[in-house]
């Protein structure tokens, strides 16, 4: 081998070497998620979704859409009724901490009877980058984040004294994307669900 191909070699692995170094360090310098108690929010522990609105309901859980069975819709339980735990999973599955920005599966632990065909990670459904109005329902894919699985994948912002969901996928480098607060859509029965928005819904995370 010529020494001139052994140098290139040798510099395009450092520059690859260099990037990850500095995609790791800009992860690792981003703000951890903080429960109500102000500790770091980790993955496998389960948590509850807070709205900090009182008037729209009480924690997140599984709605209906409408008069549609499946899938379902989410948004905060009426009622009195208590919500639905939740997991968050990160795209890198190596990172124990939950940080702001970063592209994430949201995941309710509990099972759900009525459709059993349907997972319980969020997702938007029927995704079209041309359409703004996304509800979030469940049915989606956790983990494989390419293409196939855009639509599953979102971030957590700081926002007030909580923070907000966003959907902005970078999972995809070359798909036409999104980029949009999740709100919520108040039907005529009084069930909020959530939703692509320019309102954000500002929720808090209460370790169960």
Aim: proline share 4%; glycine share 8%.
């Amino acid at each position: 081998m010529k020494k001139t191909e052994v140098s290139c070699i040798f510099l395009i692995t450092l520059i690859v070497f260099i990037k990850d170094s500095l995609l790791s360090e800009a992860t690792s310098a981003l703000n951890p998620v903080l429960d109500t108690t102000g500790k770091m929010i980790r993955v496998g522990s389960d948590y509850m979704v807070v709205p900090v609105r009182k008037d729209l309901g009480g924690d997140l859980g599984l709605a209906f859409i409408g008069t549609q069975v499946c899938p379902l819709g989410i948004g905060p339980r009426l009622h009195n009724d208590s919500g639905l735990s939740i997991n968050f999973f990160p795209v890198n599955s190596k990172k124990s901490v939950i940080r702001e920005s970063i592209d994430l599966n949201v995941e309710f632990t509990e099972t759900y009877t009525i459709c059993q065909h349907l997972s319980n990670v969020w997702r938007l459904d029927h995704y079209n980058p041309q359409k703004e109005d996304h509800m979030i329902t469940n049915g989606g894919v956790k983990g494989n984040p390419g293409r196939d699985t855009i639509s599953n994948w979102f971030k957590i912002v700081k926002y007030g004294v909580g923070y907000k969901f966003v959907f902005c996928p970078s999972v995809c480098n070359y798909c036409d994307v999104i980029c949009k607060n999740v709100g919520v859509f108040v039907q005529t029965n009084g069930q909020a669900l959530l939703t692509l928005s320019n309102e954000p819904l500002e929720v808090r995370f209460k370790k169960v």
